[in-house]
């Protein structure tokens, strides 16, 4: 079963604009990772922040982790057209290093 | 070179046939996954092992099988193949230690089952 969820399935933008997409889950997790998937190709892993983080940054990228509200978001700033792909968040439960995936939010950045 | 090989890319075989897929790593991580993409839906675990002597049942196990030949070898079967294992499969690795590790992904097996 998956833990996360991903809002909005998809997202279409403008580049030079901002992405914001959001992920939630239902149990307490360790830490919670974003990954990008292009298209035919394998996940590479983006940015981890831990349980007892609340903002990490990476570039043009920004991660805020809720735990009380069990929610993160991943903003991608001045998004270029090679931010186009699926964006996923993977949450690591307290007793496992097991990754549960969302479903992913599909993000299309025109020129 | 890639530090996580999936091999084939694709296959397309046939209902009742025996596939194995392989992965083989340089990047010296005990854990190795291996976990299926359906359209539209996250990734799926199938098998994960955290060393060469350790095998554990994920999610979706059911009509799969693993072997992990070596630290950096890591193969899938499926031993009866059914058209609704149709799907990208991917192997992934990742460091031990803390369970705060990333996992390095393959780019994939697309697998079709007529």
């Known amino acids: 079963s998956q833990q996360g969820e991903e809002d909005p399935q998809a997202l279409s933008i403008q580049e030079g604009e901002n992405a914001t997409m959001n992920c939630s889950y239902k149990t307490s997790i360790n830490n919670l990772q974003w990954y990008r998937q292009n298209s035919g190709r394998g996940l590479v892993h983006l940015i981890l922040i831990r349980s007892n983080e609340r903002e990490k940054h990476s570039g043009r990228l920004r991660v805020t982790l809720d735990t009380s509200k069990k929610s993160s978001s991943l903003l991608i700033t001045a998004s270029r057209a090679a931010d186009t792909a699926s964006y996923f968040c993977a949450t690591a439960r307290s007793n496992d290093y097991k990754l549960s995936f969302g479903a992913g939010t599909t993000v299309t950045v025109r020129a | 070179d890639a530090d996580v090989t999936q091999t084939p890319r694709n296959r397309i075989t046939k209902t009742g046939k025996r596939i194995m897929l392989e992965c083989s790593q340089t990047?010296?991580?005990?854990?190795m996954y291996w976990y299926r993409q359906d359209p539209g839906l996250g990734l799926q675990l199938i098998y994960y092992s955290f060393d060469v002597k350790d095998i554990n049942k994920g999610e979706i196990s059911d009509g799969y099988s693993v072997s992990r030949q070596a630290q950096a070898k890591f193969s899938l079967s499926l031993e009866s193949a059914i058209p609704n294992q149709t799907a990208l499969y991917f192997c992934?690795?990742?460091?031990?230690?803390?369970?705060?590790?990333?996992?390095?992904f393959g780019d994939g097996t697309r697998l079709s089952i007529l």
């Open positions: 990047k010296g991580h005990d854990r």
């Open positions: 992934a690795t990742s460091g031990g230690g803390s369970g705060n590790q990333p996992q390095h």
